[in-house]
């Protein structure tokens, strides 16, 4: 899930949403191009991804695609048999054929405007656990969560935030984290507001007014199914000569408690993604940069500087399926990035290599004997 950066120019340009198809080549990983879905002036500012489902958001409105792979051999009036064939690079640098198993098709289901204010926009669309609804966010500030099927008639609307919300995030019970440009980060339960968040409680010396919230996901625990962890960013309200560091936090996902806050950088993050095990942070910044960031520590494993050279629009990790592990290979995690430039860019976080704990018990303990032995040399008598 990824979405293309910019906005219609003109009423003159045309905007597209691309569908990649992700495989090995000559033992590299590789993206080309499936299938080009023309949205006429309609950018594709903010997306969602579940199962066959996409929901869009499209200046004013919400539109509700579904998309289905097609193996090309199944479609009448070919004349050629079996899956189409392309060129691409072997292992030994001789040309190899590589099979281009599926086709996409894309249907247009319903849409629905989701913003009402004088410089209408929908900033932000999720979908929660189970599929069944959907959630958008709005210039105008108001949260509207309508089912997805059979219409997107609106369920729940009110005002979540004073001007734009940025963010959203939903978790495993339907409770609902949005960040707003209006220094808050709330939780709700339906409209209920159920606690605001508070990462600067511990950092005195850090202004409310200082921050605001720019992004929020909710991770997984790796190795713990029961816990629940919510990361959010927060930026410098106002640009300064010497830019003060972005912030990245990480709370309980359950009572929403602060555990951990980190400097993030002096570049400004524009987007954040969390990986399918909540093992790693991806995030992206407005002067074009991409970092892998690990979720424990918060710590930066990886980092591009301008690998875009523009604003980062959205950054998404390979899913952790088999499949997916397939295709990372010897890779510990691979990001995509995508930029107002209109490129789509891979990243790959290498596997660490690690010793086996049989070998590191086995030097432990020829350090232990070397050191009894240079005591028993240096002090003779010593045992």
């Known amino acids: 899930r990824l979405r293309r950066g910019g906005g219609a120019q003109a009423t003159v340009v045309g905007q597209r949403e691309h569908f990649l198809q992700l495989e090995q080549v000559g033992g590299q990983l590789s993206a080309s191009l499936l ?33 289905s792979l097609q193996a090309p051999e199944a479609k009448g009036g070919s004349g050629e048999k079996g899956p189409r064939k392309r060129k691409g690079p072997s292992p030994a640098g001789q040309g190899s054929m590589q099979s281009q198993t599926s086709e996409v098709t894309v249907e247009s289901l319903h849409s629905v405007r989701t913003d009402f204010s004088p410089d209408a926009l929908q900033k932000a669309v999720r979908f929660n656990a189970d599929c069944s609804l959907l959630v958008t966010g709005g210039a105008d500030g108001f949260l509207r969560r309508a089912p997805v099927f059979p219409s997107m008639k609106k369920t729940l609307e009110f005002k979540a935030h004073d001007g734009e ?102 570049e ?42 523009i604003v980062v629009t959205d950054v998404a990790f390979v899913p952790e399926s088999r499949r997916g592990r397939e295709l990372l290979a010897g890779n510990e995690a691979a990001l995509l990035s995508v930029a107002v430039d209109s490129r789509c860019k891979l990243h790959l976080l290498p596997g660490r290599r690690s010793l086996p704990v049989w070998l ?23 045992l």
């Open 165 to 266: 919300i940025e963010d959203i995030a939903l978790g495993p019970d339907n409770k609902v984290v949005t960040a707003g440009r209006d220094f808050q980060c709330c939780v709700w339960q339906r409209d209920q507001l159920v606690t605001g968040l508070r990462w600067n409680e511990n950092l005195p010396g850090v202004p409310d007014k200082a921050y605001r919230y720019q992004a929020c996901r909710f991770g997984a625990v790796e190795d713990n199914a029961a816990a629940l962890r919510l990361y959010t960013v927060q930026v410098p309200h106002k640009r300064e000569r010497r830019p003060p560091p972005c912030y990245l936090t990480k709370w309980d996902g359950k009572s929403f408690l602060p555990l951990l806050t980190r400097p993030c950088g002096s």
């Open 360 to 382: 590191l018990l086995l030097l432990c303990a020829g350090l232990i004997v070397a050191t009894i032995l240079l005591l028993q040399l240096a002090f003779p008598g010593f």
């Open 268 to 309: 400004v993050i524009s987007c954040l993604s969390v990986s399918d095990s909540g093992t790693f942070l991806g995030l992206g910044t407005v002067t074009g940069s991409v970092a892998i960031h690990v979720a424990f520590s918060l710590q930066r494993l990886y980092y591009v500087k301008e690998a875009h050279g």
């Open 35 to 67: 299938h080009s879905h023309d949205t006429e002036t309609r950018a594709t500012m903010t997306m969602a991804l579940a199962d066959d489902i996409i929901a869009a958001g499209q200046d004013a409105s919400c539109h509700i695609l579904r998309f």
